[in-house]
């Protein structure tokens, strides 16, 4: 489904407030779900609008060799199915305190922008 950017920052802004709700009630858990991700596929790591992430990992034989191990959690599937901007930022971002813990979801500060 195509979606304007208007209509991306309104379903962008509903989840924030799903999102920033379940915060109020269950801060813990839901720091818990949002940090939590899952080994998956390349195929899904070239998707254009899922955020996966790539880390670098020894090889199963333990060399020094460095193999690409992909995970995706929780804002990654949210942001595929909001889409991307213009200049390929995502829409949801959470926010964090000083001590590493999820205080609340907001639009990416870096809509609009493109990357230097």
Known sequence: MTRTKEEKLE???EFILVLNSAVELD?????????FR?????????HPTVQVRTDKESNSLGAATLVN???VGLLGILN???GVDEFG????AGKYDDA???TQFALNEKLGKQLD
């Open 38 to 46: 899952v080994r998956c596929n390349a195929a899904l790591a070239m």
């Open 27 to 35: 801060k813990d858990a839901i720091h818990k779900l949002v940090e």
């Open 89 to 92: 930022q995502a829409y949801l």
């Open 11 to 13: 379903l962008a802004n």
């Open 100 to 102: 590493g813990k999820l």
């Open 80 to 82: 595929g199915l909001l």
């Open 69 to 71: 191990v992909y995970r």
